[in-house]
């Protein structure tokens, strides 16, 4: 099978191409998980002192989770392609074209698979920069990467999805905003379960964000409980499922 | 010709949506069939039900009720199998703004599983040929509105479909524009026999480029033939009258009423149009008859039949009053 026949293949490389074109997009993907690091690795330095969480080094603490939070924020954007392509009638001819409705999303998952890789490599490479330790080695990391890419694609399929079902920019917008900060601060991303008020704790057992949070950073530890990552990796799977299935069926409800 | 074929024919086609406003009926039994290697026009004014019917066709919506048949291919059962042979050509531009012409051109015969080197000679051969070689390697965002309008019809050509649908292709350009396009249109139609089906509400484009028009208004086709046919089966002229003011209209439609050359009159804001015969010769007895009725006229114009006279006549209302009624 020749990969680059493939439309999905195809597509993918048409979103690559366009990323290309538009340096700007790509320095601002890439200078805001910085400020991120830099910005709650100053704010919360401390935090690493108080009894229940561990000790520590901050830095190394919050790294897997700029990492995982940065995966979310990208992919929520995600459906903006889409919109844009109705807008601009680029959709209706792929889709008059022998383009199944699968290899669209497809295309998008892949386009946003390849994007977090290079964006988690480079803040987990900037993270290390600033005094974060990585005892896992090379595995750790490749698990945290592959981590965010699942967290990562589960949310660009809910991403698409709505923005088949509700092709405006503003409610895309807003739908994201609403969503990602709460996801993030309701997880173990920039402060240990140990110390949150229990409620928060009881609901991030359920968060999606959680699971890959903490799965990254299991994972990079010097000794990795590989069960239990493979077990967060195992739910986020099901998730991305869940929502690429869901983006797929939009297709049919949006072509009324 | 030994034989006409159909190459796209639409059957009882019916369609509705629910708006804020109720059931709107898009499309109400619409029929038509477009004969192979011509170039067929929908007329009709916006809300006509066109772009449905288009959107019908090329497998972007389905009808309620009804069938319809693109190159001997039932599109409701075979949606796949039509898509590989028709090219279509949006209201929209289509073109993916952040690539090159000629990345467009090969992006989009890639999806149709071309090989690339016959891609290659295929997108350069089209490039020539819409005047678009020069501006091949630039980013589309930097394209006037008829360059991409002819990239547009360029990817929709790549893989060679037997059938080309155009929806609205000539709104928003320039007359140049328009024309420029319509020269590559019959161009198309004439060197490869490529069926087109455009969507219009220009009704002058109608007229001069297809071979059949069907006039569509409220989601049906009220007549159908080539512009002469359309325009025989009126027999007979327009005097249009225009009038100062509009609260003299029905006062000069009591007055022509007594004018036995005419057979019908209908008003357009201030311009009451009389349907006769022979126009140069019942022009005396129609300004007597409006004299008779103290109706003063400003300006008298007698016109040969136009599609816009077809239009009035199938539909019962002018089409600048079904435009409006359509933006209302």
Known sequence: MNLTRQSWALLTGRYLRQLYRQPAVIGITLTQPVIWLLLFGALFKKVAEIPGFGGGNYISYLTPGVVIMTALFSSSWSGMSFIEDMDTGVMDRFLTAPVSRGALIVSSLAYQAVTTVVQSAIIIAIGWGIGAGFPGGAGGIAALIAVSVLIALAMAGLSDGLALLVPQRETLIAASTTLVLPLTFLSGAFLSLQIVPGWIAGIARFNPVNWAASAGREAIAAHPPWGTVASYAGFLAVALVVTAAMSTRAFRLAQK | ?328
């Open chain 2, 1 to 328: 010709m030994d034989e006409v074929t159909a190459a796209v024919e639409a059957r009882e086609l019916r369609k509705g949506y629910r708006s804020r406003a109720g059931e709107v009926r898009a499309l109400d039994g619409l029929s038509f069939s477009a004969e192979a290697g011509t170039i067929f026009a929908l007329l009709g004014p916006n809300g006509a039900g066109k772009t449905t019917t288009v959107r019908i066709l090329t497998t972007l919506s389905r009808p309620d009720a009804g069938t319809a048949v693109v190159a001997g291919v039932d599109v409701l059962k075979r949606p796949g199998r039509v898509r590989s042979v028709i090219g279509t050509v949006s209201q929209h531009s289509g073109a993916v703004s952040l690539l090159t012409g000629y990345e467009n051109l090969v992006l989009q015969g890639r999806l149709y599983g071309m090989p690339r080197k016959e891609l290659r000679r295929r997108a350069a051969e089209l490039l020539d040929q819409f005047g678009l070689a020069e501006a091949a390697g630039r980013q589309v965002r930097t394209y006037s509105g008829g360059m991409r309008r002819r990239l547009d019809v360029a990817t929709a050509l790549v893989h060679r479909p037997a059938v080309l649908f155009l929806d609205e292709p000539t709104t928003g350009l320039d007359p140049e524009g328009r024309a420029d396009l319509w020269a590559v249109l019959t161009g198309l139609s004439a060197q490869t026999g490529t069926t087109i089906l455009v969507t219009t509400h220009y009704l002058d484009e109608a007229d001069k480029f297809a071979a059949k028009v069907a006039i569509t208004d409220r989601g049906r086709i009220v007549a159908e033939g080539t512009s002469d046919q359309l325009k025989a089966r009126l027999q007979g002229d327009s005097v249009l009258l225009e009038l100062g003011d509009a609260g003299q209209v029905e006062q000069a439609g009591k007055a022509l009423a007594q004018v036995p050359q005419v057979r019908q009159t209908t008003a357009d804001g201030t311009v009451v149009r009389a349907r006769v015969a022979d126009g140069p010769r019942a022009l005396p007895a129609v300004l007597a008859g409006l004299e008779a009725g103290a109706v003063p006229v400003l300006s008298v114009t007698v016109a040969r039949p136009s599609l816009d006279d077809v239009y009035l006549h199938y539909a019962g209302r002018s089409f600048g009053q079904a435009e409006r009624s359509a933006v209302a």
